[in-house]
């Protein structure tokens, strides 16, 4: 890969954050291969095709298949960069012990097709010391080649470790724009792994070791974690002390140096609820807060199943709208999500009085079947629901007019109608007539 030849480029893992990486680098004119498990999601893209919900990803990736500049594939090919993002998900031990599988197993396809000066680069969200764990198993399949950190010689390869930092919603404008972080097993790793990022990040690459780049990526996310904890701790002792947090969260940030957070339901996606967990199971006793943190998230969920099963069964035979499935606004991603939590959980408790809107999905999730609760819209749910409970902050809920649900007991777990906030462990609240 030198001056301004292109390098051939596999990435490993067509989700969230793979489809769109390799879309952006297939349109800076680097030729990608993407690769995937999924035969039909390898099918979709191959027809210019997306299989998940992005802001003008559906056109990016239909303009760059078009011109051949990125193919879908279900066997890595060989290639000059490959890079790794597959999933990072738990173990099945009840312990939250992260599962690197995934990982591994697609390194050891890498090392099949690996060749002297090929660069590899994981981007998973992974817990300290992964990118090592990778280089380790590359060496002991590939004792032919010279890896970094284990030769005194010039490595054949580079290995290096560089986390995205994106919101969904801003995917694509985010791994254009954002700052990066890489992290190379060495810093000559990290300066190739810089080399090739520059050809499409715009915003400011800084150079680390693979090790602290993982734990950068974690850290950031569990800040975020125990922050938002703060805000849903709040939001509890307010609903105990029957006080209305979105008032107080208001006035405290008058304060010049207080920026309190929005509470909900609880915190979801495959970022902020589970990469807390890494940093916990690397160093269990120096990571007290930061546990406490991701308890009270997930006593938020169930603090408002509490709260919803009250008003509910207050209110004897109101059919009920549960508002909202996906971990965040305008979003079609479920996982982890504290709405679709909440809302299966009083769908099997109150069954057919039980109505759900989300716009962006087809069909209910599986934990829904055998409850009857139902998939409507908004308007639907609107004229024939006397309880509506908000769970997303999906726009096309922000925009209901006063009106429009003024004959509604509204419980509002994300304060987007502030007209409308009524408690429901409070005594009296009644169906209007």
Aim: hydrophobic share 40%.
């Amino acid at each position: 890969m030198r001056g301004e030849e292109k390098p051939q480029v596999c990435v490993i893992g067509l989700g969230y954050i793979g489809l769109p990486t390799a879309a952006i680098i297939a349109r800076a004119n680097c030729p990608v291969t993407g690769v995937d498990v999924t035969e039909s999601v390898v099918e979709t893209i191959n027809r210019g095709e997306i299989h998940i919900e992005e802001v003008d990803l559906d056109g990016l990736v239909r303009g760059v298949v078009q011109r051949g500049m990125l193919k879908a594939s279900t066997e890595i090919v060989p290639a000059d960069v490959f890079v790794i993002a597959v999933p990072t998900p738990f173990e099945k031990d009840g312990h939250h012990t992260p599962d690197t599988s995934y990982v591994m197993s697609a390194a050891a396809e890498v090392a099949g097709v690996l060749k002297k000066g090929d660069t590899i680069i994981l981007e998973s969200t992974s817990p300290v010391g992964t990118t090592e764990a990778m280089r380790e198993l590359i060496s002991g399949l590939r004792p032919d080649l010279k890896l970094p950190g284990k030769t005194d010689e010039t490595p054949d390869v580079a290995i290096a470790y560089c986390p995205e930092r994106v919101l969904p919603g801003k995917i694509l404008e985010e791994l254009t724009h954002n700052d990066r972080s890489i992290g190379g097993i060495t810093p000559r790793c990290a300066r190739k792994a810089l080399a090739f990022y520059k050809r499409f990040v715009r915003g400011t690459c800084v150079t680390t070791d693979a090790r602290s780049a993982e734990m950068t990526k974690l850290v950031e996310n569990a800040y975020r974690d125990v922050n938002i904890a703060f805000a849903n701790e709040l939001s509890m002792i307010s609903d105990e002390m029957d006080l209305d947090v979105w008032e107080v969260i208001k006035l405290a940030n008058r304060h010049p140096r207080v920026n309190i957070l929005q509470p909900g339901p609880g915190v979801g996606g495959h970022c902020i609820a589970v990469d807390p967990y890494f940093i916990i199971h690397g160093a269990p006793e120096q990571s007290p807060l930061i546990r406490t943190g991701r308890e009270v998230n997930d006593a938020k969920m169930h603090h408002v199943v509490e709260q919803a099963t009250k008003l509910i069964e207050a209110n004897p035979g109101a059919p009920v709208a549960c508002l909202g499935l996906a971990f965040k606004a305008n979003i079609d991603d479920f996982r982890e999500s504290p709405a679709r939590f909440v809302a299966a959980k009083i769908a099997r408790q109150f069954g057919e009085r039980v109505k759900i809107v989300e716009p962006y999905a087809a069909e209910l999730p599986r934990e829904f079947e055998s409850t009857g609760a139902e998939l409507v819209d908004i308007d639907f749910a609107l004229e024939n629901c006397g309880i509506l409970i908000v769970l997303v902050d999906h726009d096309i809920f922000k925009v209901v007019p006063a009106e429009e649900r003024q004959h509604a007991i509204v419980y509002d777990t994300r304060g987007i109608w502030p007209d409308a906030q009524m408690k429901p462990s409070k005594p009296g609240l009644r169906l209007a007539s």
